[in-house]
T-cell receptor, first 113, second 114 residues
Framework: GDSVTQMEGPVTLSEEAFLTINCTYTATGYPSLFWYVQYPGEGLQLLLKATKADDKGSNKGFEATYRKETTSFHLEKGSVQVSDSAVYFC????????????FGKGTTLSVSS | GAGVSQSPSNKVTEKGKDVELRCDPISGHTALYWYRQSLGQGLEFLIYFQGNSAPDKSGLPSDRFSAERTGGSVSTLTIQRTQQEDSAVYLC????????????FGEGSRLTVL
């Protein structure tokens, strides 16, 4: 079945460092891809999305490009801030009727000043 | 309300007891999902409601788990005869659009089974 694999954390960075969180997927069709973020004490919220190959999703300085050839959707940010400390989830939507979002296990990011 | 509301936020129960977790989705959202978040396991899909269609129960881990959605709005997740492995955060999400991945999540109900 469809699945998502993301790098295990925790990822610990200093402020202004470059961030990459790897995500790869397995899907039989043409899924949409998402990154969700869970800040401490808050619910998950959508960070960015891409619905087809070569699309780039971006939000709050984060970017991810839908790479069909490598089945990847890596999350990047050029300069992280302490406020970016959170758990990041890569997710896949199979684009078939009656299906649910499939999540990776999450990657914890901790940014220190 | 402004967002997805879940209650209780925390529940501690004894093994063997039944528990009910409630989700109030964003007004007008037709799709409602329940997920379970366990430490190190990510988010596990449990059940999906879409409008008046029959729910997708394919993620429920055992027959001790059930859910209903009344009037196309509020949903209740019931766990009967709780076990220690049921301890987790139960997340509810709703969506305005059918069959998309754009979900709005509540803050979850943390269940601890002693």
């Amino acid at each position: 079945g469809d699945s998502v694999t993301q790098m295990e954390g925790p990822v610990t960075l200093s402020e202004e460092a470059f961030l990459t969180i790897n995500c790869t997927y397995t899907a039989t069709g043409y899924p949409s891809l998402f990154w969700y973020v869970q800040y401490p004490g808050e619910g998950l919220q959508l960070l960015l999305k891409a619905t087809k190959a070569d699309d780039k999703g971006s939000n709050k300085g984060f970017e991810a490009t839908y790479r069909k050839e490598t089945t990847s959707f890596h999350l990047e940010k050029g300069s992280v801030q302490v406020s970016d400390s959170a758990v990041y989830f890569c997710a896949l939507f199979p684009n078939q009727a009656g299906t649910a979002l499939i999540f990776g296990k999450g990657t914890t990011l901790s940014v220190s000043s | 309300g402004a967002g997805v509301s879940q209650s209780p936020s925390n529940k501690v129960t004894e093994k063997g007891k039944d528990v009910e977790l409630r989700c109030d989705p964003i007004s007008g959202h037709t799709a409602l999902y329940w997920y379970r978040q366990s430490l190190g396991q990510g988010l596990e899909f449990l059940i999906y409601f879409q409008g008046n269609s029959a729910p997708d129960k394919s993620g429920l881990p055992s027959d001790r788990f059930s859910a209903e959605r009344t009037g196309g709005s509020v949903s209740t997740l019931t766990i009967q005869r709780t076990q220690q492995e049921d301890s987790a955060v139960y997340l509810c999400a709703s969506s305005a659009y059918r069959d998309t991945g754009e979900l709005f999540f509540g803050e979850g109900s943390r269940l601890t089974v002693l």
